[in-house]
């Protein structure tokens, strides 16, 4: 890790109008920022979550999501105002801030906000809205780009469930996590891949999930065998359609190292390559970290610190892909930290492999410290995690934790280990029950959950 390439991630995600300064042991941002853009429409969206890591009161952006609102009708948009990206920032800047700060945001109009996220998702001059209200899907042979247009649509309904949830509204809730799975719809089992579907409900035929045709095929900017894996606000659904861990780790295992033929038509956007895995276009940002939620945190470690390292350098050239509005620097910030935020709104950030061998952030409850011991190209592996001294043993930290402040800190090694089970019932991760009522046993844990 270079302080130049920080540096230069931290500059391109900021388009900085405050004053930057980072080093090997601290990073702050000063100053007043007077030029941020609010969220792109991937989950990620992370140029919003770094921000909420650095700047956790947000008043910029929450200034901007307000002027944003204002500018169209409370219950729907204007025609000559089809939404595209602002209303995408409602999707995903917005679930993340109200999810995150309890179901209410100081000195925002959460309510209204919300209602004009509903409107928007169900506004008939969006790309395809129509079909998808009808049908629960959008047909390939009806819309360009139908495929992967429903598969966005999923995990912006799946926020939108979030902020639902949040506000105390059930009903929708329910309708909009069961939106949140219509992803459901694309895939075909026989070939364990999300695949078009026609408006008679028959598969496309034929079907070749490496092709790309930008702008007017089925997916766009990508292709089948990277939106196969677009499912990040329900890993665990996608994973049981493919039958189980076993076979989803080795479709995942596949997926880095496939290559095929992506035609002559392909966009430009599938860049920065690991086999199908696209580092340059964000529908793969999330995919590196799956390794982490399936018991195999090693192979995330070696594939984000393998991106980190050879997709990154502190040139105007520096990133494999469209910056958008932050994101490809923003994804190196969170993942030099050791961490990164899978899931949409989900509150999260999932362990990889730190870069930094000390970080520090300023937090409402002060700052929080992140470590890396023994820590090197070789050692890239965490061994062990603690928490405010104590041992940790979940693969993920909470932004609630995260902001109340304290230490974490990574014991690194040459050696590949899982120091959390990755089959803990949820009920089961903040008080373990007596040894003889355990459902798991994980050598890597045993001594610190006695």
């Known amino acids: 890790m270079t302080q130049s390439n920080v540096r230069a991630a931290f500059e391109r995600h900021f388009n900085t109008h405050g004053t930057l300064y980072a080093s090997a042991g601290r990073i702050n941002l000063i100053g007043e920022h007077t030029d941020y853009n609010g969220g792109f429409v991937f989950p990620g969206a992370v140029d919003c979550g770094i921000t909420a890591m650095i700047r956790p009161n947000g008043t910029d952006r929450v200034r901007a999501y307000a002027v944003d609102l204002d500018s169209y009708a409370e219950f729907g948009l204007r025609e000559e105002d089809k939404p595209s990206e602002s209303w995408a920032r409602y999707i995903f800047g917005v679930c993340r801030e109200i999810q995150k700060r309890g179901g209410r945001i100081g000195g925002f109009d959460t309510e209204r906000a919300y209602r004009a996220m509903k409107a928007s998702t169900t506004y008939p001059l969006q790309d395809a809205v129509p079909y998808g209200l009808e049908n629960e899907f959008i047909p390939d042979d009806k819309a360009a780009n139908a495929t992967s247009i429903a598969m966005e649509y999923a995990v912006g309904d799946w926020g939108v469930a979030q902020v639902a949830k949040k506000l105390g509204n059930t009903a929708d809730y329910e309708e909009y996590l069961k939106r949140g799975k219509y992803y459901t719809h694309y895939f075909d089992k026989s070939i364990n891949f999300i695949r078009p579907k026609l408006e008679n409900g028959e598969w496309l035929t034929p079907y070749d999930p490496f092709e790309s045709i930008h ?53 430009m956007d599938i860049s920065g390559l690991i086999g199908q895995y696209a580092h340059g276009n964000e529908p793969s940002h999330h995919i590196l970290y799956l390794y982490t939620m399936l018991g195999q945190p090693w192979k995330t470690a070696d594939k984000v610190r393998e991106v980190l390292t050879t997709l990154y350098h502190a040139a105007p050239d520096g990133l494999s892909g469209n910056e958008d509005v932050g994101q490809m620097s923003a994804w190196y910030i969170l993942s030099s930290l050791g961490m990164y935020e899978a899931e949409p709104a989900g509150g999260r950030y999932w362990f990889g ?79 373990r029950p007596a040894p003889e009522q355990r459902l798991f046993k994980s050598e890597a844990v045993e001594g610190e959950i006695a």
């Open 353 to 431: 492999s730190p870069l930094f061998d000390k970080a520090e952030i300023r937090v409402p409850g002060g700052a929080f410290s992140i470590t890396a011991e023994n820590n090197s190209a070789e050692n890239k592996y965490i061994q062990r995690v603690w928490l405010n001294g104590q041992p940790y043993t979940k693969p993920w930290i909470g932004h609630a934790d995260l902001m109340k402040g304290g230490e974490l800190r990574f014991e690194m090694g040459a050696e590949p280990k899982v120091w959390y089970c990755p089959d803990e019932p949820e009920a089961y991760a903040d008080q």
């Open 215 to 267: 702008g007017v095929g089925h997916f766009c900017e990508g292709n089948g065998w990277q939106y196969t894996f677009f499912v990040p606000q329900h890993p665990e659904g996608l994973i049981a359609l493919m039958g189980g861990d076993r076979p989803f780790t080795a479709k995942l295992d596949e997926f880095f190292t496939a290559e095929g033929d992506l035609g002559e038509e392909a966009s």
